[in-house]
């Protein structure tokens, strides 16, 4: 029997929302969802976009709102996600596929661009493979689920790392989404996804296939994409650079030049902020008024006060006093992020240690400067781990001096051990990479006879050198040792000439250092980023580290703001 589909708007469209018209179809029992914008004459192949666990097409929209501009676009609510109802059972990855096709040939669409992101790519790659026909070009963003990490607890460590390294409006529509689809859905359906093996379809795919990651996403890692590719001949991978896992939502045109054919003014479309057709109300410009002369009060007068504090209710009182708590609860969720990163990585590299021998390797055809990383206290190198997978992948051999162990040494004793093993592996012409009191001891090692011709600059992340006040709080001598008063550090403050080979980076807030890291005679570079600890994985400090590495000339005292990563293509 056949089943007309029911069009109405979507529920709950937002005044930038792209979708023009929600379409539900039943399907072998199944009610799917189809959300549309308007189609557009002579127009590329339509778009399909199939979302992943847990979530709903609301963070397709910045890429939908891209794409408009060029074809038609379609996103895919699945079964129990979003607005669609709950099936009685549980679905697997091909019942989902055959519900996607079922619902795009009722739709009428076919040899589409079908997009799936994190699940949504086994959905759509097993779509693809089981109905051929009905996809023209497949493109996975983020596929899951990484062969080497299929398990439930992996799979939740690594979504809990992309969470910190994603911006709060992404967190905010995901965390919403997870709440409405519930804990016993999301559960039954992440069985099935972790059952399914996506390097198993993909051979069955006939189509084009494109392969793409956030540059920083901890879900997909290269090596993932690389074993996929090696399976589907002749698949093209792609990077997102400075985003993680949800790569469309933070840089839409980027993911919109994978999705749309190569040529034809595809770099036209990504440039285009919205979809032409849709008209929106111009916002209305508020007039601006003159600023009243506030005319001198008579010797004598009395100053009238009204309202709160003096100000009236039409003042400015209660929104200072508003800003003002608008800036401590920023400031405190900024700390609590700061410490929710650094446990992460604390219990992520005891369950999961890495090789450092791997990054200690030069890369192929590389003969660039061997870099050294320098952790803070209570820090082992694995904290560094963002840092030393970027560099590396630039070309550099990065080299752990292990016997540092968690850092808890006093600053000359820790730089006597990086100076031995400088020694014992015949370092030359080094890159230290420290980060908090890891900067110190590099500082300190540029000033031993012997030690500093083998280093040729230290770039240093948020570290303390003219100490933290907070030191004097606690009665451990490992943390007292920053305090302002200290004999190390005063030492290291009155010593000037090596400060032109270093560069200091630091957070425009960094709890841990309120009187910041601000060096004499460096060259400084402050992040537009917030915390001490969370700023290693901050796409900004990898870019910034760049420009730190590649800039041979020494500076005086030159203080600059970080460079935004370009956007990629």
């Given amino acids: 029997m056949a089943t007309f589909p029911k069009a109405r708007s979507p529920r709950g469209r937002s005044p930038r929302s792209p979708w023009e018209r929600r379409d539900r179809f039943a399907v072998d029992g199944l009610q799917v969802d189809v959300l549309s914008t308007g189609r557009l004459r002579g127009s590329d192949a339509p778009v399909v976009l199939v979302h992943g666990i847990g979530v709903s097409p609301r963070y397709f929209e ?14 895919i609510e699945l079964p129990g996600f979003g607005t669609t109802p709950r099936p009685r059972r549980t679905l697997s990855i091909p019942e989902f596929a055959d519900a ?95 059952e399914h093996r996506l390097e198993d379809a993909l051979p069955r ?53 994978l999705c749309l054919p190569a040529g034809r003014g595809a770099d036209d479309a990504a440039a285009a902020p919205s979809a032409p057709e849709v008209q929106r109300p111009r916002r209305r410009e508020p007039r601006r008024r003159e600023p009243r002369r506030r005319e001198p009060r008579p010797a004598g007068a009395s100053r009238r006060r009204t309202g709160w504090r003096g100000t009236g209710w039409r003042g400015t009182g209660w929104r200072r006093a508003l800003g003002w708590l608008r800036e401590r609860v920023r400031l405190g969720v900024a700390w609590a992020l700061d410490y929710a990163y650094v446990g992460y990585w604390q219990v992520h590299g005891f369950l999961f240690p890495r090789e450092a021998a791997a990054y200690a390797r030069r890369p192929e055809g590389s003969a660039r400067q061997p870099v050294v990383l320098l952790p803070g206290i209570y820090e082992n190198w694995q904290f560094m781990h963002p840092v030393a997978e970027h560099l590396h992948r630039a070309g550099h051999p990065v080299h752990v001096v292990s016997r540092l162990g968690y850092n808890r040494g006093t600053v000359p004793a820790m730089a006597a051990l990086v100076a031995a093993f400088l020694e014992e592996r015949g370092l030359h012409d080094v890159i230290l990479v420290a980060h908090s009191k890891g900067g110190l001891i590099g500082k300190y090692l540029m000033t031993m006879p012997g030690a500093s011709d083998r280093v040729s600059r230290l770039v240093a992340v948020n570290s303390p050198f003219s100490g933290s006040v907070y030191a004097d709080f606690f009665l451990i001598p490992s943390i007292r040792a920053f305090s302002p008063r200290n004999a ?82």
């Fill in 62 to 75: 910045p890429l939908a709102a891209v794409l408009a501009a060029r074809t038609a676009v379609h996103a």
């Fill in 100 to 194: 996607v096709a079922g619902a795009l040939r009722r739709a009428g669409l076919d040899e589409v661009v079908l997009v799936g992101q994190s699940m949504g790519c086994q959905i759509a790659a097993e779509a693809a493979a089981r109905h051929p026909g009905l996809a023209g070009t497949l493109v996975l963003l983020g596929p899951t689920v990484n062969d080497r990490e299929r398990s439930a607890p992996r799979q939740g460590l690594r979504l809990a790392q992309d969470m910190l390294r994603e911006s709060a409006a992404a967190n905010a529509v995901v965390l919403s989404d997870y709440f409405r689809a519930g804990p016993v859905w999301y559960f039954r359906t992440l069985g099935a996804m972790l």
């Fill in 205 to 257: 795919v006939r189509c084009p296939v494109r392969l793409a990651r956030g540059a920083l996403d901890p879900i997909a890692p290269p090596d993932w994409l690389e074993r996929l590719r090696r399976v589907s001949p002749g698949a093209a991978v792609s990077e997102v650079p400075g985003q993680a896992h949800l790569a469309m939502f933070g840089d839409p045109r980027a993911v919109c030049r």
């Fill in 488 to 569: 190390t550090l005063r030492q290291l403050r009155e010593n000037l000439h090596v400060n032109e080979r270093i560069t200091s980076i630091y957070a425009s807030f960094d709890p841990h250092i309120p009187g910041g890291s601000r060096l004499a005679g460096a060259t400084n570079v402050e992040l537009e980023a917030m915390g001490h600890f969370r700023v290693i994985g901050d796409a900004r400090l990898l870019a910034a580290l760049d420009d730190a590495i590649s800039d041979d000339t020494p500076h005086d005292d030159v203080s600059r703001p970080a460079q935004t990563p370009p956007e990629g293509g």
